[in-house]
Structure formats: C-alpha cells, structure tokens
C-alpha cells in the first residue's frame, strides 16, 4: 500500500478543503505528509483557512482510520489519480479550480483520441432523444470520445449511444464515484466502467449534492475538445458546462430548435452567443478535421426496405411524436391496421413508440 497515495485520498475526502484549499495548503506544507504532520498553529497562520477547516484536518478520528479507506478503494477497482501522478488530465491543469485529484473506476479518456461532451435537458422530448442517440452513436462509430454526466434525459441516451459505437465512452459524477446516481442508472454506470470509465472528485459514500453538480460540469469541460448541447431550457446546468467550455477555450456546438419551444431556448441563446449550429454528426467531425463518413441520416424519403402500405405510414411520421388517431386519420388505414404495421416497424428499427399510441420516425443508416 502506497502511503503517499494513502495520504492523497485522505486530503482529497475531507470535505472542507476544496481544490483552492488544497492548493493553499500544498504551497505551505509542500507535500501531503506535511500537511498531515502540520500542527494547530501552523494552520492557524494560513490565509482561507479557517477553524472548520482546521478541525477536518487535525480530527483524530478520521486518521485512525485513512489507511483502512484507501484498501476500500482498492477492493472496488477504484483509484486515485491526483495532480502529482503522470496520467492526471493535462487540460484539467489549465482551468480554474483545477481538481485536486479524481477518482477513477475504469479509464481516463485516451488524450491521443477526439472527446465531445453531449449533454442536454434531464427532460428532454423524443426528438432531443432520438438526436441525442443519432450524434453519440455516429460519433462514436467514428472514434470519438464520448463524454457526459449520467444524468436522467440526454447524458444517460448519449452514453447508451456511445456504448453502442464502441468507443469508450466517460462519466463524469457529482456524487461520489461509487454512488450512482440516478440509481435507475446503475447497468449504465457499470457498462460505462467495462467500456470507457467513471470519474469524479469526490470518494466513496458522497452523495449528490445540488452544488456539486455544477461544479462537476467544469471536469466534463476540461476533458473534452468540444461541448455539443443538445437541448436546454433558458437555465440550464447544460449551459454552465457551455459557459465553462468557451471559458476553456473549446469549441460549443448547438441543435437548432423551433422558436417557442421551452427546450430550444437556450441552444438558440448559444448560437446566439456565437456556438456553432450542427444539424449532423459530420458537422462536429468536419470541426475535428476527421474524416469519416457518416452513416446515419435524417432519411425523409421512405426507405426501400419497407413495403406500399408501410411506406405510406412511415411518411406521415416524423421525429415529433405523433398520436395514433392522427395517424389514422392522414394515412385512411384501420386502427387494427395501423397499430399492427408500426409495431412491425418498431420491432424492424424503424419506428419509437416514445409512450402509449405516440409514434416517431427512428434515424436510420442509409
């Protein structure tokens, strides 16, 4: 057991000391032993340090029981890289309250590869889903990686996306790394950590706090080359990550959505604000200077593969749900009839059901 990395997991779980702190109390001390040896008078000294914090590090309590944490993180497969290791991130270094280390179940992402963060509303709309998919998929087909937050609506279809393109693909938490959160998430967490990894910096037991999820959004920014919104409300934590990304100096791509609608607002406001509108995955690869040939299309003509009376279906749907009544009443056919071809369809890949009797067109390779 490594004392030094003993010592690192020790700093970096106590709660008080955040990365400007930890900072602080590198540039005294010098090293993790220091600070750790430091007595209540020489901590006292220091600027941004206060009693609290001085109580969280002299508690005898937690010493007792630092080395007894770390083999946890060794039982769970989990590790610890912090600022002083090789394969810390080098774009983590650059950015305001650089992490002092990161917890890492899996892999970092391969600095030698493209990486995108795909990030969007927790409640998003079918249309945000199936785009969502269609750009994570393809781009991860075409070897980039994919990078997101795990959350509810568009980071959890983006991953599941990835995992389908076989480019590893990373989560970035704001809980702790052994906690999932959502917990519905739980089979994604643990393909994430066979196929790409989980991060964060926060230790085992943390749970998701609402402030360290923003501050979570900095590390997804830091990671990636590029920052694609896919849908988002006016506030939008998706949008912090944007504003992280142009702090960074990365590039921020944006869906374009219809003028009114609640989820289009703040990708518009970016484009707006000068990200570059994407309306295909080759768009972001064009950015990347990857060429790739993109498969998957937004097909409007019907595809070959189906036949007369599927093809008339298939026309009257587009990537908006639409209610089978509608349908029934643009396409002439029975209910019977129109419920038994789109679960044909579905079942064939070309149609979603996103809930009872709404239907969508899938994106399909052409």
């Given at each position: 057991?490594?004392?030094?990395?003993?010592?690192?997991?020790?700093?970096?779980?106590?709660?008080?000391?955040?990365?400007?702190?930890?900072?602080?109390?590198?540039?005294?001390?010098?090293?993790?032993?220091?600070?750790?040896?430091?007595?209540?008078?020489?901590?006292?000294?220091?600027?941004?340090?206060?009693?609290?914090?001085?109580?969280?590090?002299?508690?005898?309590?937690?010493?007792?029981?630092?080395?007894?944490?770390?083999?946890?993180?060794?039982?769970?497969?989990?590790?610890?890289?912090?600022?002083?290791?090789?394969?810390?991130?080098?774009?983590?270094?650059?950015?305001?309250?650089?992490?002092?280390?990161?917890?890492?179940?899996?892999?970092?992402?391969?600095?030698?590869?493209?990486?995108?963060?795909?990030?969007?509303?927790?409640?998003?709309?079918?249309?945000?889903?199936?785009?969502?998919?269609?750009?994570?998929?393809?781009?991860?087909?075409?070897?980039?990686?994919?990078?997101?937050?795990?959350?509810?609506?568009?980071?959890?279809?983006?991953?599941?996306?990835?995992?389908?393109?076989?480019?590893?693909?990373?989560?970035?938490?704001?809980?702790?790394?052994?906690?999932?959160?959502?917990?519905?998430?739980?089979?994604?967490?643990?393909?994430?950590?066979?196929?790409?990894?989980?991060?964060?910096?926060?230790?085992?037991?943390?749970?998701?706090?609402?402030?360290?999820?923003?501050?979570?959004?900095?590390?997804?920014?830091?990671?990636?080359?590029?920052?694609?919104?896919?849908?988002?409300?006016?506030?939008?934590?998706?949008?912090?990550?944007?504003?992280?990304?142009?702090?960074?100096?990365?590039?921020?791509?944006?869906?374009?959505?219809?003028?009114?609608?609640?989820?289009?607002?703040?990708?518009?406001?970016?484009?707006k604000q000068g990200a570059e509108p994407v309306t295909e995955p080759g768009d972001i690869l064009k950015s990347f200077q990857m060429e790739q040939i993109v498969r998957g299309k937004m097909i409007n003509a019907e595809p070959c593969e189906l036949d007369t009376p599927e093809k008339i279906l298939y026309a009257s749907l587009s990537l908006e749900p639409k209610h089978i009544e509608t349908i029934v009443?643009?396409?002439?056919?029975?209910?019977?009839?129109?419920?038994?071809?789109?679960?044909?369809?579905?079942?064939?890949?070309?149609?979603?059901?996103?809930?009872?009797?709404?239907?969508?067109?899938?994106?399909?390779?052409?």
């Open positions: 057991m490594s004392q030094q990395k003993v010592l690192e997991n020790w700093l970096a779980g106590i709660n008080e000391i955040g990365p400007i702190k930890a900072k602080v109390l590198l540039d005294a001390f010098g090293c993790e032993e220091g600070i750790w040896n430091a007595t209540k008078g020489e901590l006292e000294k220091l600027e941004k340090i206060n009693e609290k914090d001085i109580a969280a590090l002299l508690d005898e309590k937690r010493k007792v029981v630092v080395a007894e944490e770390y083999e946890k993180l060794s039982q769970k497969g989990i590790r610890i890289v912090s600022i002083h290791d090789e394969d810390y991130p080098e774009s983590l270094r650059v950015i305001d309250k650089m992490p002092y280390a990161l917890y890492v179940r899996g892999a970092l992402p391969d600095v030698h590869k493209a990486s995108i963060a795909i990030v969007g509303a927790r409640t998003c709309t079918p249309y945000g889903r199936e785009i969502a998919s269609w750009f994570g998929r393809e781009l991860s087909k075409a070897g980039v990686q994919v990078i997101s937050g795990m959350a509810y609506g568009i980071d959890s279809v983006a991953h599941n996306a990835a995992l389908e393109g076989k480019t590893p693909t990373f989560a970035v938490l704001g809980s702790g790394i052994d906690v999932c959160y959502p917990k519905e998430n739980f089979n994604l967490y643990m393909e994430i950590c066979k196929q790409g990894g989980v991060i964060s910096e926060y230790g085992l037991g943390v749970p998701g706090k609402a402030f360290q999820f923003p501050m979570r959004n900095r590390i997804i920014s830091g990671l990636c080359d590029g920052v694609l919104v896919v849908e988002a409300r006016k506030r939008s934590g998706s949008l912090i990550t944007a504003d992280f990304a142009l702090e960074h100096g990365k590039s921020v791509f944006a869906l374009p959505g219809r003028i009114g609608d609640v989820f289009s607002e703040g990708c518009l406001n970016l484009i009443e643009e396409t002439g056919f029975l209910v019977t009839e129109c419920l038994a071809l789109l679960l044909k369809m579905e079942l064939d890949g070309f149609v979603n059901q996103t809930s009872q009797n709404w239907y969508t067109r899938k994106i399909i390779e052409g």
